[in-house]
Each structure stands twice: as C-alpha cells, then as structure tokens.
C-alpha cells in the first residue's frame, strides 16, 4: 500500500509517498505541488532517521521512570501549585515550527484561555517573527502574497540572505530548471558569503552583513529616478509612498552612496537594479539572513516596498516571497503560537478580538495582553518570575542566543518540563519532567509550508514504547487541571475543524486567515485532504495561489502600506574580533535529533566547523584543518578549521547544529548576545562577534565502538580536550583531540604508558589487541566481546586517513587472526581513499569525483553518468559545479 505525507524539515513542505510497513521505501510524491517528485538529501534519507535506537520511550519525572496516570498527575498538579501560589503568568510554554498544527493549537488554547498565561512563544521567533511583522505593517496581515508555481513564470530570481541550495533546495532546483530551460533568466545572489547558491548565479553581491536594507532603498530610490514606478498602483492601492521614498533617497539617493555603504563595487549595484528594471517577472526570495537581525522588519519593509513601487505584488511570477525556515513555521502563525498573537491571525490589539475569540472558546480565562518573546521569555525565567515552563520539540539551550545563560536559568527555574521524541538532548538534561512524543512516520496532523499551503502528515508507523501525540499529553494536562469539556477531542481531525471554524467565526472577509471551506470535513475527509493553499472560503473555494492581485490589503484602508524605513549604523568591530555568521548546512536540521541518526547525513560535514577566509587564519595562526577556539564574554565554540575564499575577510560562519550530543564545545548560540529586532522580538543570530586562536591538542584519537557503549563512554570523552561524535552504519566514532598532558609527559616524548594505561582505564577499555610504538606516538589497539569487536582505538600525532567503511564493517562479525591485524592497520586493502562525501544519496566521495574530473568529465551530467552523484536529490549538484571549476583552474594553473 501507498501513502502520503510530508517531509518534517524545512519549510518547502515536500510531499512524500511512502511504501512497505515496517522498513519504509520514501520517495518524492509527484503530485505534491511543492515538490512534483522532487526530494532533497535530508528528505531522501527520512527511512534512514526512524527506529527506536535513542529514542524516549516512556515518561520521566524527577529521573524516575513513571506510567502516563502519574507523569499527567505530576505535570497538571506542579503546574496548579503554581498557578495557584504565583498566578497564571507564572507559567509558560516554549513551543516549535516543528510541531503540527493541532498540537500547536490546543497548547495556545489551554495557555491562553484557560490557564491564562499569555507566555507562548515558539522557536519560529528566532526564524520568521520579523517577516510576519514586515507582513502585518505591509499587508494588514500576515499573508504570503505569492505561490510556489510563481518561480516557473518568473524571469528574475533575486535570493537575499538565502542560501537555497542548502537550505531550500528543492525550491532551489526548481529555479534551477527553469534556468537551464531558458539561460536567459537571470538569478542575483546578494549574501555576504559565496554560498552555494551562487553556483550558477548571473550576480552575486557579496555586500557587507547587514546592508540589504541600503541595497533596497537604493533600489526604490534608482526605480523612482529611473521613471519605473507603476504611479497607477501606487495611487489606487498604496499608502505612504513619499515617506518611504523620501526615506530611502536621504541615505541611498545615488548608486555610489549605496556601493560604499554595501561595500560592493558600484557597477555590480547598476547591474542589480537595472535587471529590476528590465524584468517585471521578479521574484525576491528571502530568508534568515533577512529576519536574524536587530532590524530585520525593517529589512523585509524594504523589499516589500520595492515591489509595491512597481505593482509587482500577488501577480503571476512577481512578488517578495518569505522562505519559511521549518515545516510548520506558518501553522505555528495560523494559530496564535506567537506570543503576541491571541489565536487565528487575531492579536491583542482590539478588544473585539480578544472577546471573538473567548466566545468561542468559551474561555474563563482569556489573556489580554501580548506575553513574553522568547528571548524576554527566558529571562523572566532566569528572574524567576516564570516558575514553570514546558518546552515542546525544541531545544532552547542550544538554539538560543547566549544559550549558556538560557541553560543557567532552566536549571534554576523549579519545573521544567520537556516534551521530545529523543532520550538525551541539551535541555533534556536540565528537566526535571520529561514526556516521549511521536516523531514523524508516528504522528497524525497538519503542517503549512511558505506558500500557505497546508498539507497532511500522517502515520505510517505504530508509535515506539509509550510516546504520546503532543495534542494528546496537551489535552491530558487540561483535562487533569479541569477543563475537560473543553479539551476532549476524538483526534486530530476534530481539533483541526475546531480551528477552521475559529478561523470562520465573525470573519466576513476581514480576516485573511479563513479556513470556513474546511470547518465541516469528515474524519475521512480529513485523512484525504489534498495539498490547499489558503484561504479556503466562499471567495476560494479551492484555495488560493496568490493574495493581493486585486490590489486589496487588510489594513483598514484596504490599501497595502509602505513603511519609511532607514539603515542605521552597524556596531563597530572590536579590535581583534571577526564577525560571526551562524546558519544551517545541506545535510542536517536543527540540533540534530533526526538527521544526527542518519549515518550518511553526517558524511558530508562530521564535526562542527569554521569557516574563514586564508588572509584572516593566516593573521591568527590558525590552519586548514586544525583546531580553533572562537570566545566572546558569553562562551566558547571548538571547531575545526576550513579555510575558504567564499568568506569575507574580517568575518566568518559556523554551522548552528551541533549540540553537547554530537561535540564537546560545538554550541555556536553560547557566543550570540541576546540582541532583537525592536518590531519582532527576533534575536540578531547572526552578528556576534568573536575572537579565534588556535586550538593546540596534538594528540589525535579515533575511537569506534558498538553504538551500546555510546552512552557510557560519551560523557566521559567529550569532558576533556576537543570530541566530536559521528554515526556510522553499525558503529559511533568519536574524534578526540587531547593535550600532552593528557597522554604525554612531554610535547616529544611519545606517549607514556602509565598516562595511556590511566587514560583506557578511565574508559573501561580493555585491549586485547595492540600495535604500538609508544615513543613515536603511535597506538592502535581493539578490544572484544563475545569474539567480536567491541571498540577500537587509534592513536597519533598526527590527522589518520583512515578507512572509516571498512573499520565499521567490522563490527558484528567474526574476524579471522588475519582480519584483526588488518583491522589495526585502519585500511582496507582496496579501500578507496578517505575523503569528504559530497553527495550523500550515493555516497560518492570528493576524492572520486576529482578523480573523474582529472580523466575528463567536464560536467555534472558527466559525472553524474560516471558516478551516479547528483543523480537523485541534486542537492550537491552546486558542489559538484565548484569542484569542477576549482579542478578545471587547478589544472590550467599548474600547465
Ligand atoms: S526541500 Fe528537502 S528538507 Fe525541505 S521539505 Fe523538501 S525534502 Fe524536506
């Protein structure tokens, strides 16, 4: 049998078709609309993340393994105490795009309308709070004017602080194929960085971080010069154009002064804008680099402006589009998951509203007043006015800027309860209830992707040990604490309909967000929903593409607004620091709970690392491939070093995903400073700053153990020195890297028995297998169990190719005499070279593919029939372009 869902990751919203029962065969739905078949990398290896092997398989309070009757008592009773000692806005709740839109919903119900606390806020604060705020003050709503099939009819693609490629990537293939149908449409890159989204790019501005909203401005300033505005639109359906206009030409009146605020050559500044000019089929695509920013509104304002200028606004192939960072980012906004949201698009501004919504949900105790955004949030926890919070699907002490302090304040704080699929995260470790959810292939729901469109996630498999639905722990909660009328629900389909027709209530077209179409579905209608986008109304019955074409808004005029909105000055960087750029990685999401799992997901970057420009890592001592500390008054970071010309000098990028599970120091948030845009309450992810110096651990060691010693030896490696954690198919590997006097009695002395002896102890490493010449610094060493291999150990000063397939290989096996001193050797006997893996799917390594582009391949088409890589999901179809323009120069350099 087959069946549909949708992929759990970003905001793309990819269907998925999915066959077999227990090993699960995914692959790309063809009639999904986001996606036509397509899937990228992390979606490709789904099948990969399930199975119950670290999962949380039943509820703990206070490190006691407890039935479901006592974890909901604990949960419900703690939490009455508290509200009944300190009041309801004792209490919190810290929620995530991850969940599903039911789950979402009866959370920001019980919170505020029964329990009464308005503090609910969610991690989709720290990826789209500012281009909902840009959306409100442009539109009067929350809406995303465009659609997805918008970027098969458009001509110009402009990515601002997106690197699709990585990011959105099936998005990203799209525009990828259309580019290749027809070369003469044009994609203009504008990140700091060379990211791999402009491989293939007509432009890329590497400007200065932070400038976009000059960039903009000088745009709208360059239109109206130009005699390019649409004067109609403007007049008939717009408000606050000479403010705005007036705004941008005070800063950004001519093309120099943009270049030198930009830090870009001023004919690359032409070049954008004319192709503005030249092509009214203009799509800007957006993401983080737009919203992590202390002015991040204003950032979106001035895109949206430009569009508005030019009447290019909810038409085919034209409009500003928000690239939604998580699955259901948008759900979490439908719903009210914003803290200063009430519910249904509705907020604490009209008391009309506020009243709308306690009719209906006949709520005793409705809140009137915005809550907490996350980053107050915490602190009000780390003041101790918030007593108790529960965190839903997310790990705030990783994800939150100055997350050392976040995690200071959750260890403080008297009742943390955390509710999450895997046994040990960050945050985990800080609660004092833990409570097992269903994962994805588990739970039964509804997401909304970036073009509004809301799709079915459904069960494909039985839940593991005792998890529950999170609506289901939600309504268990309320149901304990009193409210059980009104939290009984007969499952997901109930809630979504109760949802729809809160969206519907009092809504005669005011309200963009209407679901009324979808208020009377049966269950089994429901199970069915095809992909829609909405609104879903009498107006739209089956949805719809684009918002705004009529030229009408949802502000009371009915006109959409143009803010005035002006660049203000960067911070200064301190003497010797560089700039700090944080961001996501081809291969993983989040913190890793999922895609961590997936042996070939952590293939192609396995550790936390650095990325900086050679001029920089040259001034700091620092090499390709060695160790660095980056440190601010807030923390420290340990990565290793990759030195790349992509990079600005002066700034640099580290990756947000690897958490206290995966490394020893790999948390990049410890070093952000908890800065937010004044509008939206996000936090400025990604202008730290940071000093970097050598890491000097010259001990190398490479441990590879059974993955049952994980939880033993974990702890104790990753204390010490520098550790990185990587899953392999049958095996973990940690990558260690000590100081002398850890193993040594001196720099050159070789390593000293007695130290070595203290270290494996120390681990319960018991060799029965060694090769060792102890003054060289060299030790390799296995130990068994049950006549089959248990870990193995190996020893250097210096990095070890080692052949990491074939030491995992070894595992769960019988090995002849000849096998273990093979397996000591730490190399096949054919084994193919080790290197980076550029394309997952097929596992094909950077060390082949340079190989087949010396013999003669010149294309990733070529490489693709030589190799399969790029043949599947096409995410690393950019990195095969780089290696073959970095090969090809190689080559003609050393002719
Ligand atoms: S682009 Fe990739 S991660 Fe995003 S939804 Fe599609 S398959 Fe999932």
């Known amino acids: 049998m087959q069946l549909q869902s949708t992929c759990p990751y970003c905001g793309v ?62 949960v ?49 604060r720290l990826c789209m709070a500012s281009t909902v705020a840009g959306h409100k003050r442009a539109f009067g709503a929350d809406i995303v004017p465009g659609c997805y099939a918008d970027i098969e009819l458009a001509r110009c693609y402009i990515l601002v602080g997106a690197n699709m490629a ?110 503005f000019i030249d092509e009214p089929l203009t799509l800007t695509l957006f993401s983080q680099g737009v919203n992590q920013a202390q002015n991040g509104t204003d950032k979106v304002n001035a895109i949206i402006n430009c569009h508005l200028a030019t009447g290019r606004i909810g038409k085919a192939g034209r409009g500003p589009f928000s690239l939604t960072g998580q699955p259901n980012a948008m759900g979490g906004r439908e719903v009210g998951g914003l803290a200063n949201q009430l519910a249904a698009h509705m907020d604490y501004s009209q008391n009309a ?51 050392n302090r976040v995690r200071a304040a959750l260890e403080a704080c ?28 588990e739970k039964d729901g509804t997401v909304t992707n970036s073009e509004r469109r809301i799709s079915r996630q459904c069960t494909l498999l039985p839940a593991p040990g005792l998890a529950r639905h999170d609506w289901q722990m939600i309504c268990d909660v309320a149901k304990a604490m009193g409210f059980a009328e009104h939290f009984t629900y007969a499952g997901p389909a109930a809630i979504f309909a109760e949802h729809a027709a809160l969206s519907a209530y009092q809504n005669s077209g005011q309200r963009a967000f209407d679901l009324s179409g979808l208020m009377h579905l049966t269950a089994q209608q429901y199970q069915d929903l095809a992909p829609v986008q909405w609104p879903v109304n009498h107006k739209y019955p089956k949805g719809a593409s684009r918002l705004g074409a009529d030229g009408q808004f949802y502000t009371p005029s009915g006109k959409a607004r143009f803010i005035a909105v002006s660049q203000q000055q960067n911070a200064e960087l301190a003497a010797d620091h560089l700039l700090l750029n944080t961001g996501r990685i081809r291969d993983q999401w989040h913190s890793m709970t999922r895609t961590g799992r997936a042996a070939s997901l952590l293939q192609h970057r396995a550790e936390p690392f650095l990325e900086l420009h050679p001029v920089d890592a040259e001034q700091l001592g620092l090499i390709d491939g060695g160790l660095a500390r980056l440190s601010n008054s807030l923390g420290q970071m340990d990565a290793r070093v990759r030195l790349t010309e992509a990079q600005r000098s002066g700034e640099c990028f580290v990756p947000i995903h690897w958490t206290e599970q995966f490394s020893s120091r790999g948390r990049c948030d410890v070093l952000v400073p908890a800065l937010v845009d004044p509008v939206s309450g996000q936090p400025a992810l990604k202008q730290a700053q940071v000093q970097i110096n050598p890491l000097n651990l010259h001990w190398q060691v490479w441990l590879i153990l059974k993955p049952e010693l994980d939880e033993l030896l974990w702890p104790l490696c990753r204390s010490s020195g520098y550790a990185s954690k990587q899953k392999s198919a049958q095996t973990v590997l940690y990558h260690l890297q000590l100081a002398e006097s850890d193993l040594a009695t001196t720099a050159d002395s070789g390593l000293d028995p007695t130290k070595l ?30 006549e089959q291999l248990s870990c193995c150990v190996f020893i250097s000063l210096q990095p070890l190719n080692l052949a990491l397939e ?86 003609g350099q050393s002719l």
């Open 353 to 403: 509203d506020i009243e709308l919504v306690r009719q209906f949900w006949q709520a005793p105790n409705i809140c009137h007043q915005p809550g907490y955004k996350a980053v107050d949030l915490f602190e009000a926890v780390e003041r101790g006015e918030i007593k108790a919070i529960w965190i839903m699907a997310t790990n705030p002490v990783v994800s939150m800027p100055e997350a």
């Open 166 to 275: 990585w990011n959105h990537p099936v998005l990203f293939q799209r525009i990828q194929a259309c580019k290749q149908q027809d070369p003469g449409r044009k994609i203009i890159v504008i990140d700091p960085r060379r990211s791999a989204s402009c491989e293939g790019a007509d432009l890329h501005l590497a400007l200065k971080p932070g400038t976009d909203l000059l960039l903009f401005n000088g745009l709208l300033s360059f239109l109206a010069k130009e005699n390019q505005l649409d004067h109609n639109f403007i007049k008939a359906h717009t408000e606050g154009f000479s403010e705005a206009l007036a705004s941008a030409q005070q800063q950004a009146g001519t093309i120099e002064q943009v270049a030198l605020g930009c830090d870009l050559p001023p004919e690359q500044v032409d070049a954008f804008y004319r192709c």
């Open 414 to 441: 008297p009742l943390v309860i955390v509710s999450d699929i895997v046994s040990h995260t960050d945050t985990i470790a800080c609660a004092d209830i833990v409570l097992p959810a269903t994962g994805w292939s």
């Open 757 to 786: 002896q203290l270290w494996l102890s120390a681990l319960h490493i018991q060799p029965e297998l060694s090769s060792q010449a102890l003054s060289l610094g060299h030790y390799r060493a296995a130990a068994f169990e049950a």
């Open 13 to 74: 919203g990819c269907g998925v078709r999915v066959e077999g029962q227990t090993d699960l065969q995914i692959s790309g739905d063809s009639e999904h609309p986001a996606n036509y078949g397509r899937l990228c990398v992390k979606g490709s290896a789904l099948a990969q993340t399930l199975g119950e092997q670290g999962r949380l398989l039943a509820p703990k309070v206070d490190g006691q393994t407890v039935s479901w009757p006592e974890a909901i008592d604990a």
């Open 806 to 891: 074939y030491l995992d290989q070894q595992f769960n096996k019988e090995l002849s005499l000849n096998d273990r001193r093979q397996l000591l050797t730490g190399r096949s006997n054919s084994g193919e070279p080790q290197s980076a893996v550029i394309c997952s799917c097929f596992q094909v390594r950077e060390a082949s593919i340079c190989a087949a582009i010396r013999e003669g391949c010149n294309s990733y088409q070529q490489l693709g029939q030589q190799l399969k890589c790029g043949t599947n999901c096409g995410s690393c179809i950019p990195e095969l372009k780089a290696l073959i323009a970095s090969e090809i120069t190689t080559q």
């Open 76 to 124: 419900s009773s703690r939490l009455s105490a508290i509200v009944a000692e300190y009041g309801p806005a004792s209490v919190a709740m810290y929620l995530s795009g991850q969940l599903l839109t039911e789950d979402y919903y009866v959370a920001n119900k019980l919170m505020k309308g029964f329990i009464g606390s308005p503090h609910v806020d969610t991690n989709s």
